[in-house]
């Protein structure tokens, strides 16, 4: 076997094992995914422990207020998952996966999460046959990084919002089911709980210019008395 042969397989190697393994804990209460290349609240109800609402469960209004006004892990732009909805032609209630309402949608963030990261079976499979052990659903992950089994906090058993509003209703809006693994929709005015994502990883925090300023001039100046020594 030839060098370049044997480095395209360990390449196809890497590769495939980075695509399998694609949450990763990155301390901190965030979890991020390389895949989708979105960072998550480790704590799925975050809104309750920070002390920011009672039990967590907002209208859509103050869903979207809240993780609008998040501050963690450096990361300022967190919003809601969003639903990435395909327009009328998916609004069918099949649950083959290509219907934005009904089950094994994977289209949308949080269906990826439910169905594709944390391995959960929907209450109905692709062929719509009811499965019973959805009820054994778990919220742990095996960490991409060390191999360690991770467990998302708080994960309520119950509907999550939504980033968007149903086109056609817009007093209704998006939201998944994280015990049964349903995408459906509901009047904005309810209370349902909140799960805040941001884009990228939030852990990778770019050095300040004023750091990088500083380091530099130290570099400069170390230059400079090592020509006088």
């Keep these: 076997m030839n060098l370049f042969r044997l480095t395209s397989l360990l390449c196809i190697g890497l590769f495939a094992l980075s695509a399998q393994a694609a ?3 990155r301390g901190n209460g965030l979890i991020y995914d390389d895949v989708k290349n979105l960072t998550w609240l480790k704590d799925a109800n975050h809104a309750k422990t920070s002390g920011y609402d009672a039990d967590g ?14 501050v963690v892990g450096g ?79 708080n994960l309520q058993m119950d509907f999550y919002w939504l980033d968007e509003e149903l086109w056609c209703f817009n007093y209704s809006a998006w939201l998944f089911n994280a015990e049964d693994g349903l995408q459906y929709h ?3 005015d309810y ?7 941001h884009d990228g990883d939030v852990s990778a925090v ?24």
């Design 23 to 25: 949450l990763h804990d």
């Design 57 to 70: 469960k907002m209208t859509w209004h103050e869903a979207k207020d809240w993780a609008d006004q998040l």
């Design 75 to 153: 990361g300022t732009e967190w919003r809601l998952p969003k639903a990435n909805p395909r327009g009328s032609a998916a609004l069918c209630g099949d649950n083959d996966g290509g219907c934005d309402l009904g089950y094994n949608n994977i289209n949308s963030e949080m269906g990826y999460m439910f169905y594709t990261n944390l391995e959960n079976q929907g209450r109905y499979d692709s062929d719509n046959n009811y499965q019973s052990n959805f009820s054994s659903n778990d919220n742990s992950f095996v960490d991409g990084t060390n191999g360690e089994t991770v467990e998302i906090e």
């Design 186 to 188: 509901h009047i904005k």
């Design 191 to 197: 209370n349902f709980y909140s799960w805040a994502v």
């Design 206 to 229: 770019p050095v300040p210019a004023a750091a990088w300023l500083f380091a530099s001039a130290l570099i400069a100046l170390a230059g400079v008395k090592r020509r006088h020594c």
